[in-house]
């Protein structure tokens, strides 16, 4: 049976119903698909997604990085769609201008092949916030690394300066 990735809330050691363990051996457990991160009552855990997720977080990092999204309906892609943005607080904040200070040591750990990245994540939502700290360090991945990580560096950019 196609699915949308198994990067979900079904599988998220924040989803209340998982106990605080990853995979799939609590999915038949009593509890509501409750994510722990955001407060968030979670409609379709099997196609609902996002960077905090065990697959790109290992480390357990419960601070809130980018939206919620979830399966856009078309198997052939995958494709995903923002469903709840990121919450905004100084916190949020500071803590994805730490992620972005150090994107290279967070690249490794995140080897999911199916949906955004954490790195083009961090620096999306930092666009979409116009977070002026986060320009010297934007500014110095365009012009230092290669196009996976350029191209979403000078999205980012063009938002805050705009
Ligand atoms: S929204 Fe993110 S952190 Fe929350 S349960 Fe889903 S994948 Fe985990």
């Known amino acids: 049976m ?3 990735g198994s990067d979900c809330c079904a599988t998220c050691w924040f989803n ?3 106990r605080g ?3 799939y051996q609590h999915r038949d457990s009593p509890g509501e698909d409750h994510c722990e991160v955001r407060d968030l009552s979670i409609e379709n855990p099997f196609y609902t997604y996002c960077a905090n997720h065990p697959h790109r977080r290992p480390d357990r990092d419960p601070i809130p990085i980018g939206p919620v999204e979830r399966f856009a309906g078309d198997y052939s892609t995958n494709a995903r ?3 709840q943005p990121s919450p905004d607080t100084e916190e949020i904040r500071r803590h994805l201008l730490d992620l972005l200070s150090e994107i290279f040591l967070h690249i490794p750990a995140d080897r999911y092949p199916i949906g955004p990245s954490l790195a083009s994540v961090i620096m999306r939502q930092l666009g979409e916030f116009r977070e002026p700290r986060a320009v010297r360090d934007l ?3 365009c012009d230092n690394c290669p196009d996976f990580l350029a191209k979403p560096a000078r999205a980012a950019l063009e938002q805050i300066q705009e």
Do not use: Y
């Open 81 to 83: 769609e923002v469903w």
């Open 21 to 23: 363990e990853a995979g």
């Open 2 to 4: 196609p699915n949308g």
């Open 16 to 18: 209340r119903t998982n």
């Open 139 to 141: 500014e110095w991945i």
